[in-house]
């Protein structure tokens, strides 16, 4: 059965980070790839990045692009989401989810966390 976990969330000023984890259940496949979305309060759900399992190549929004960084742990299954220079427009419940390849849909990500909470106020 796959499971993802999330944890890592909470509050932060601006221009603090945070390290958000994945953790996955599961086989992962060579084709795998485990990705990052958010949701806002009455926002649809959208992509953040995603990382292939098989060789860890990486893709981000424009909006983080330079700030946020995915990386994986092979040996504990986990994969990370480190968040740096956060701004208020980050704040959202981010989710790690799986697809067998690479999208920047939602819909095409199978498996999901339950999601953890990040907010930036001052």
């Known amino acids: 059965q796959v499971q993802l976990v999330e944890s890592g969330g909470g509050s932060v000023q601006p221009g603090e980070s945070l390290r958000l984890s994945c953790v996955h259940s599961g086989r992962l496949l060579s084709s795998s790839v485990v990705g990052w979305f958010r949701q806002a309060p009455e926002k649809e759900r959208e992509f953040v990045g995603a990382?292939?399992?098989?060789?860890?190549?990486?893709y981000y929004a424009d909006s983080v692009k330079g700030r946020f960084t995915i990386a994986k742990d092979r040996g504990k299954n986990t994969v990370y989401l480190q968040m740096d220079s956060l701004k208020p427009e980050d704040t959202a419940r981010y989710y790690c989810a799986r697809s067998g390849g690479l999208s920047y849909s939602p819909s095409e990500y199978l498996y999901w966390g339950q999601g953890t909470q990040v907010t930036v106020s001052s």
């Open positions: 990382i292939r399992w098989s060789n860890g190549l990486t």
